[in-house]
């Protein structure tokens, strides 16, 4: 709903000047994020974000690169130590660690000399499991794309206790499924023959622990976005530690990286002040940057930065960003551009 009033705002943007938005908003810095870059159709992820072709990829580009300068992490740690920038900056990311980040987005970067953070799913590294919203996302193109006979739909009605056994109530369903009892999407994959790990065999939708190698190499920066992508809000204090540590001794251990940088599953909405300060004090070596996904927008720990989520189908880029900032400058107008943590 937001994001839809967001590009709204963007269209008539869009006769705006964009220096005029920065200098309006004083954000000179943004952080666009994107999970894939694909002309195929990724069933996986087709109900959890409607990811660029190359083509739009490349236009989003052509849009950034004129407006902002690409930086790195130094530039986030010590912003204008590097000496007094030209432009505005931004600072790009990836999430998830889909296997289209080596094979479609890492050539086209390098090609443009563009330096980015690519944030994974420990336990997926090397197709060991599949996210469980990427199950959801199979198994909802399994019953979009396959007539099955009414007794599939009946048997979850009576299983599951459902309203009705019509296709959109079994739908609704697979999507309430949570990180707590994801288990239940197995079952459901079961029960119309979707074998996740053959999925996982065949499509390899993941990166190998190899070609994640092959990027640290080429210059990404590799940070973690926890060990399996559960909501942060929902897990205890305890199990956010360990999907944190976890993750990050895995990249430590397995590619040798040596710094920290953190990007929440899904948002960091309603995750206490608390796991900020762990993250940046308490651990060693503290966090050196996190990020959020909630748009164009200030935050109160100092480490920690919103990005723009930027898979809007075929929105172009350039509203997207627009959109964030006319949304910015309105919520501005109310104190209301900045998250406060308790
Ligand atoms: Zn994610």
Redesign the pocket.
């Known amino acids: 709903m937001r994001e839809q009033f967001k590009i709204l705002l963007g269209y008539p943007g869009a006769l705006i000047p964009q220096k005029w938005f920065i200098r309006a908003s004083g954000q000179d810095l943004i952080f666009p994020f994107y ?1 894939a870059v694909s002309d195929q159709f990724m069933p996986h992820v087709a109900y959890n974000y409607r990811v660029r072709t190359r083509k739009r990829f490349n236009k989003d580009l052509d849009f950034l690169l004129k407006h902002y300068e690409p930086v790195g992490l130094d530039e986030l740690k010590a912003p204008g130590r590097g000496g007094k920038r030209k432009k505005p900056a931004m600072f790009l990311s990836f ?2 660690g889909l296997s289209e980040i080596h094979d479609v987005v890492a050539p086209v970067l390098i090609s443009r000399g563009i330096p980015a953070a690519i ?1 994974v ?1 420990t336990d997926f590294i090397d197709n060991r499991d599949l ?1 469980y919203r990427y199950k959801s996302s199979l198994l909802l193109d399994r019953f979009e794309s396959i007539k099955y006979s009414p007794a599939v739909t009946e048997i979850m009605q009576s299983r599951y206790h459902l309203a009705s056994s019509h296709k959109r109530c079994v739908k609704e369903f697979i999507l309430s499924i949570s990180y707590k009892n994801k288990k239940e999407l197995d079952a459901v994959a079961r029960l119309v023959d979707l074998d996740f790990e053959t999925f996982l065999k065949v499509k390899k939708p993941y990166m190998t622990l190899q070609q994640l190698n092959e990027l640290d190499d080429r210059g990404f920066y590799i940070g973690s ?1 926890s060990k399996d ?1 559960p909501l942060f809000s929902e897990i205890s204090a305890e199990e956010r530690k360990i999907q944190y540590r976890e993750s990050m001794e895995f990249l430590h251990t397995e590619l040798g990286i040596d710094y920290r940088i953190f ?1 929440f ?2 948002s960091d909405n309603g995750v206490p002040a608390e796991f900020f300060r762990e993250i940046s004090s308490e651990d060693s070596p503290g966090v050196e940057a996190s990020f959020g996904t909630r748009g164009l927008k200030k935050d109160t720990v100092s480490f920690h930065h919103q990005r723009i989520p930027m898979e809007n189908g075929t929105v172009p880029g350039n509203i997207l960003i627009r959109g964030e900032y006319i949304y910015y400058l309105l919520k501005g107008l109310f104190g209301q551009n900045e998250v406060k943590r308790l």
Do not use: G, K, M, Q
Request: glycine share 0%; charged share 20%; aromatic share 28%.
């Open positions: 999970h999430d998830d944030f799913n996210f976005h992508h990007s599953p899904f």
